[in-house]
């Protein structure tokens, strides 16, 4: 956006691109060559986040990166970016703490803060090119306790995860990514460059299988955006794992 807000040219081609919907180029023969975004996520040994909160870090800067002008036409990330969105999307997420989570902001990407909560999304690239320093971080063997979170405030999107599938949090954080994306694309222009102008604030909810049931009804009237797994791992190819709601709807 320009300094009134108004999205520029930039973001404006980011959310047409976001508003296509996930690209589905076949993968590479060569499996090193499958992209993927890394995500990683900040996980002290003393005083973790709460999980909800750190799930909401992380959907708000998988978007982020999704719609900052350097993925845009002429961007330094433009290349690395489509190439990604318009394949089969996949995210990785990992854990830093300390030095790593340090080392980490020195690669391309972008960290959103989220209730003391932190996550940083990194700039798309193949699978056997992961810079070293993020090859590193563990992908699973981290666990965050469901919290107790205060109701959601009324002007944010709620990102509800489906309680029932029982995914780890590394699976939890790549899902509500994927949700934030949708969400964006399918919001209208001006309503996504509010959200940007909020940096992507969201709350992230577990749903259980009455609330879910309801959810599933606010989807199937276009009321609500919803992600269907492709089934890699810890899930059934098909599942529903996130049910995104904008602001308003319930």
Known sequence: MDENG???AGFTALHAELA???GNTPDPADPAQVQ????VLHLPKVEPPARSDLLAAAAAVAVALCLDERSGPGGVWEQGYLSWKRARIRK???RARGAQWRAAQEVPGITLTVGGAQARALVPGPVGAVDPRIKRLQIGGTELLADEPEPPAADAPVLWVNRELGMTLGKAAAQVGHASMLLAGALPLAAAARWARDEFRCAVREAGPERWRELLALQAGGG???VRDAGYT???PGSITVIAVPPGRG
């Open 92 to 94: 990785v997420a990992r």
């Open 20 to 22: 296509r919907g996930y």
């Open 6 to 8: 108004t999205p520029t």
């Open 36 to 39: 993927a975004m890394q995500m």
């Open 224 to 226: 609500a955006v919803a």
């Open 234 to 236: 810890e899930v059934a």
